[in-house]
């Protein structure tokens, strides 16, 4: 199982951007996947995930109301819609798959986000 993370780039401060996450594998099949983040010298930090069969999502308090998971499970595809970026957004972001209730079992290498003031 592989998964790409896309999307990242340098923005300004209140500026958005939709990251991707392509999953890959043969039989792949997760009941949740998420998005993390991990900036220079932090440890990763949870962002946002959405079960695919209820559609709930969550999302971490410093990113409500300006992120927005979504994705398309026949496709393998997540995504996180960042808008109203601040210079504290900044990071790598990685995307995760969990096959089951728990732990994630899989993870993105991620993309960088660069959020200048």
């Known amino acids: 199982v592989q998964l790409q993370a896309s999307g990242g780039g340098l923005v300004q401060a209140g500026d958005s951007l939709r990251l991707s996450c392509a999953a890959s594998?043969?039989?792949?099949?997760?009941?949740?996947m998420g998005w993390f983040r991990q900036a220079p010298g932090a440890e990763r930090e949870f962002v946002a995930s959405?079960?695919?069969?209820?559609?709930?999502?969550n999302f971490a308090d410093s990113v409500k109301g300006r992120f927005t998971i979504s994705g398309d499970k026949s496709k393998n595809m997540l995504y996180l819609q960042m808008n109203s970026l601040k210079p504290e957004d900044t990071a790598t972001y990685l995307c995760?798959?969990?096959?089951?209730?728990?732990?994630?079992?899989?993870w993105g290498q991620g993309t960088l986000v660069t959020v200048s003031s």
């Open positions: 959405l079960i695919w069969g209820t559609g709930n999502t």
């Open positions: 594998g043969r039989s792949f099949s997760s009941v949740r």
């Open positions: 995760a798959a969990a096959v089951r209730s728990g732990s994630y079992n899989y």
